[in-house]
């Protein structure tokens, strides 16, 4: 096995081998960079990055290996959110309670919205994960106990088993940064597994894993429920950072956002999400910087991603290797 | 909950329903004919909106605002199918569905650089702007009857145009299977422009109808695009007819419950919770039934033959 692993010539990951490597380097150096910068932005951008980066690998999980486009996940980032929000109110403020909670909830809501969306498949499948995630749009909109449309404020961030770890931006930045490494080395392993093969096979050809005998609606609904929980665990890290939730979080714009993420990287290779969401909010960051307007840029890049950078920016830069390597 | 309110209530229903209905129409012919995800539909209503008012500062006349922003509207429907959908078509839907959401980016917030963020209002034509009384004690505003009659009259057209024309004949059969039909020599590009071209005109008519009543703005097209989807899915993509029957149910469903839902809650519970869960319920109430439509038939009410 292991020879025929060292002499293979596939290389899945065309030339690009280092790339998970390089981010999570990159990631690690950004406090180090600040520090010796002084610009202590950098921490919060990248935490902010790296936040939605553990939705958009957890959406790519979906999209990119179950070919399950949901137009829906942001409201499991909300329900997650909501969780840290709703908890403080009542003086709940410690991550031993509010993360298991933020991960029961949301991973419930995908469980029994899953039930119903996994019935339907295609475009009726993208609207109605659209439609559960309206719902609680609309059920956050009408919390007028906790803010409603206006959202909520967090007193303070969480504690951890008392200790005020998550206060100190650059302690957060790493705790954030281990979620995401956490989930990336999980969904990876997740997707390698017996498990993830049986959901790509689903995803080529549903009716034939379905005639090998596999049960392909548990398979998905347990990939759904993963990825609504790790949605769950990017909304607990949101609430966390910007100390605020508000139905916001939940529209259906910010759904699509996560989608074009996930595809501007690259689908199905989980690097390509990490790559999408920091390709994605630093082009907002450095485009926003010029106009208010800059989505009147960004959208019209959009659709020239689409019609000419197939497999986003990690098929993109595979081309430009393999061209190098080949020359 | 009395009956004239009751009334008032039905006909906003079937106001918003046939509203639902000209947006509708053109986004399920546009996925029925070519199996395309235009999110983008919404801002082609925005921008009839958009283009009518800005006829009507040029002409000060709101008929020939309408042709004018009507004509715009198709004109700019073409463009777009030919600078960008047209190579899209043979895509799988998530590509339609980024490029459509880049296109929306752009036209809300260009409409945002050109006319400002500030919404705008688009006059009524003198001839319609009064109330009418209906029944005793049931007044009822002149324009809120145009656009009933319009949509109305729009959907008889189309009920015409696809059943007993020939190019209807091509739409149905395109969409039942459209490689066939291009196998039997029919242009099936020319076809695709044609639909796409009559969709965004009925989807910038609805805009443009709307205008007088709500305030112009950008984004207006986001909430309407999503109600035009429910609408699609419930009455079964490519279906006109499932188009029209869901148009008018989601409009009545979403008006009415808007409008009782604290009063019925009110028969089980007290009053103050009555009024937190009340709209909650209502905002959520043609998401549910959308959901328990598709839990029942995976592929709408009335899915069209063949798929």
Same mark, same amino acid.
């Given at each position: ?31 180090i ?10 921490v919060?951008?990248?935490s902010r &990055? ?16 179950g070919?399950?486009i ?9 329900l997650g ?10 003086g ?11 991960l ?13 969306? #996994?019935?339907?498949?295609? &475009?009726?499948?993208?609207?109605i994960t ?19 449309d206006?959202?909520?404020?967090i007193?303070?961030?969480n ?5 005020p ?30 498990f993830?093969r ?17 049960? &392909? ?36 714009q910010?759904?699509g ?8 990287g ?10 999408g ?24 890049? #959009? &659709? ?17 290797v393999?061209?190098?390597?080949r020359g | 909950?009395?009956t004239?309110?009751?009334?008032v ?6 106001q ?15 996925f029925?004919?070519?199996d395309? $995800? ?10 009839? =909106? ?7 500062a ?9 042709v ?18 047209r ?15 880049? %296109? %929306? ?30 029944a ?11 656009? %009933?009659?319009?949509?109305l ?16 004949m091509l739409?149905r059969?395109g ?25 965004a ?6 805009g ?5 009543i ?12 999503i109600? =035009?989807?429910?609408? %699609? ?5 490519g ?5 029209f ?9 979403d ?8 009063? $019925?809650l ?9 009024r ?12 549910l039934?959308?959901?328990?439509v ?5 592929t ?8």
């Amino acid at each position: 096995m292991a020879v025929s692993l060292a002499a293979s010539p596939a290389r899945p990951r065309g030339g690009l081998q280092a790339l998970p490597g390089g981010i999570f380097l990159a990631f690690a150096l950004i406090p180090i960079v600040a520090l010796l910068t002084g610009d202590t932005y950098l921490v919060s951008l990248g935490s902010r &990055v790296m936040i939605f980066a553990i939705a958009a690998v957890a959406l790519d999980l979906l999209v990119g290996y179950g070919a399950l486009i949901s137009f829906g996940h942001a409201a499991f980032i909300g329900l997650g959110a909501y969780a840290v929000g709703i908890l403080s109110v009542y003086g709940i403020t410690d991550a031993l309670v509010s993360l298991p909670v933020a991960l029961a909830v949301s991973a419930a809501y995908a469980l029994l919205t899953g039930v119903v969306c #996994l019935r339907t498949s295609g &475009v009726y499948f993208i609207m109605i994960t659209l439609a559960f995630g309206q719902m609680a749009f609309f059920t956050a909109s009408s919390l007028a106990p906790f803010g409603g449309d206006d959202g909520l404020t967090i007193a303070a961030r969480n504690t951890l088993a008392g200790f005020p770890l998550l206060r100190d931006e650059r302690a957060f930045y790493y705790v954030v940064f281990f979620c995401l490494l956490g989930t990336y080395v999980f969904c990876r392993a997740l997707v390698a597994s017996r498990f993830g093969r049986v959901v790509r096979g689903a995803k080529e050809n549903p009716v034939r894993m379905a005639t090998i005998g596999f049960d &392909v609606y548990r398979f998905q609904l347990a990939t759904y429920v993963i990825a609504g929980a790790l949605a769950g665990l990017s909304g607990f890290l949101l609430a966390n950072a910007t100390e605020f939730v508000s139905p916001a979080y939940m529209s259906w714009q910010r759904s699509g956002e996560l989608i074009v993420m996930v595809l501007l990287g690259g689908l199905g290779s989980l690097d390509g999400a990490i790559v999408g969401a920091a390709a994605y909010l630093l082009t907002e960051e450095w485009l926003s910087g010029f106009t208010e307007h800059w989505k009147v840029i960004f959208g019209p890049v #959009l &659709v020239l991603v689409v019609l000419f950078a197939r497999g986003g920016l990690i098929g993109l830069a595979r081309d430009l290797v393999r061209r190098f390597t080949r020359g | 909950m009395s009956t004239t309110l009751l009334a008032v209530q039905i006909l906003n229903g079937l106001q918003l329903g046939v509203l639902l209905f000209l947006v509708a129409a053109g986004l399920t012919l546009v996925f029925g004919v070519m199996d395309f $995800i235009n999110l983008a539909h919404g801002a082609q209503y925005m921008l009839g =909106a958009y283009l009518a008012v800005a006829f009507y500062a040029l002409t000060g006349s709101f008929l020939s605002a309408l042709v004018l922003a009507l004509a715009a509207a198709l004109a700019f429907g073409l463009v777009l199918e030919f600078a960008v959908f047209r190579h899209l078509y043979d895509r799988d839907h998530l590509d339609h569905v980024i490029a459509t959401f880049g %296109i %929306i980016l752009f036209l809300n917030h260009g409409v945002k650089l050109v006319w400002g963020a500030a919404p705008l209002s688009l006059p009524m034509p003198e001839l319609f702007s009064g109330s009418v009384r209906l029944a005793e004690g049931l007044v009822y505003p002149v324009w809120r009857l145009v656009i %009933i009659a319009a949509g109305l009259a729009i959907a008889a057209l189309l009920y015409v145009l696809v059943a007993h024309t020939r190019i209807g004949m091509l739409v149905r059969a395109g969409a039942t299977n459209a490689v066939m039909v291009s196998a039997l020599g029919v242009n099936i590009r020319r076809l695709f422009m044609i639909v796409f071209g009559f969709g965004a005109m009925l989807a910038g008519f609805a805009g443009i109808m709307i205008a007088p009543i709500l305030s112009v703005e950008p984004g207006m097209g986001d909430n309407i695009l999503i109600l =035009a989807f429910v609408v %699609i899915v419930i009455g079964g993509i490519g279906s006109i007819r499932g188009a029209f029957l869901a148009a008018l149910l989601i409009g009545l469903v979403d008006t009415l419950g808007r409008s009782f839902s604290v009063d $019925i809650l009110r028969l089980v519970m007290g009053p103050s919770p009555a009024r937190t869960v009340g709209p909650a319920i209502a905002s959520m109430l043609i998401y549910l039934l959308m959901a328990v439509v598709l839990y029942v038939r995976p592929t709408g009410l009335f899915p069209a033959k063949g798929r």
